[in-house]
């Protein structure tokens, strides 16, 4: 089956820094989405992104589906973008394939 | 509209019990899948429902399975639990359409199985 392996594992920020997140995966997709884990262990959605590039407000994510990759942005980190933050494809059928996550931790 | 919504949110059960699980997708949302996350597996996906018929299945054993009713909402269900399947079990729902097709999820079960 397809593989998804995200970098880094683990991510410690100071307030205010900007950060990449990066997914690989190892075959097409027709679907990426990236999700930010709470504490909580809600998956909240932040971008569906197969291909392209997305902004919204500080997050913005870029896609180079012919190079399988995709890569997630945080722009003057706060202390409430910490927690786990997933990227997850489908190569087919409904079913998505998670990576193993980057633990984020933002420092005030 | 509301978001996905997953009863019961926390469950202790023990071994060689069963449990049933419940998810209510979006309204309109005629896919449902599930998910089983643990922190040496990560997110893994079960089996996925599209009306009513099972489509998707995931490396589990007959232990794990699930049904949808006709309004959309699926259950899960696990026989004979065993310590492993202590976990935080995650249902998402889609519409499933050709173009944009995001899966929301919802809170999680939480099951502790002693």
């Known amino acids: 089956g397809i593989q998804v392996e995200q970098s880094p594992p683990d991510l410690i920020l100071q307030e205010g820094a900007n950060s990449t997140l990066r997914c690989n995966f190892s075959?097409?997709?027709?679907?990426l989405q990236w999700f930010h884990q709470n504490p909580w262990g809600q998956l909240i959605n932040l971008f569906y992104?197969?291909?392209g590039t997305k902004q919204n407000g500080r997050l913005s994510a870029t896609t180079v589906a012919t190079e399988r990759y995709s890569l997630l942005y945080i722009s003057s980190s706060q202390t409430t973008d910490s927690g786990v933050y997933f990227c997850?494809?489908?190569?087919?059928?409904?079913?998505?394939?998670f990576g193993g996550g980057t633990r984020v931790l933002v420092k005030p | 509209k509301a978001g996905v919504t997953q009863t019961p949110r926390y469950l202790i059960k023990t071994r060689g019990q069963q449990v049933t699980l419940s998810c209510s997708p979006i309204?309109?949302?005629?896919?449902v899948s599930w998910y089983q996350q643990t922190p040496g597996q990560g997110l893994q996906f079960l089996f996925e429902?599209?009306?009513?018929?099972?489509?998707n299945k995931g490396n589990f054993p007959g232990r794990f399975s699930g049904r949808q009713f006709s309004n959309s909402r699926s259950e899960m269900n696990v026989s004979t639990l065993e310590l492993g399947d202590s976990a935080l079990y995650l249902c998402?729902?889609?519409?499933?359409?050709?173009?944009?097709?995001?899966?929301?999820f919802g809170p999680g079960t939480r099951l502790t199985v002693l």
């Open positions: 309204s309109g949302h005629r896919s």
């Open positions: 992104i197969p291909s």
């Open positions: 075959d097409s997709v027709n679907n």
């Open positions: 997850a494809v489908e190569a087919a059928g409904n079913k998505l394939t």
């Open positions: 429902y599209f009306s009513e018929t099972q489509r």
């Open positions: 998402a729902s889609s519409l499933f359409t050709s173009g944009e097709d995001t899966q929301y």
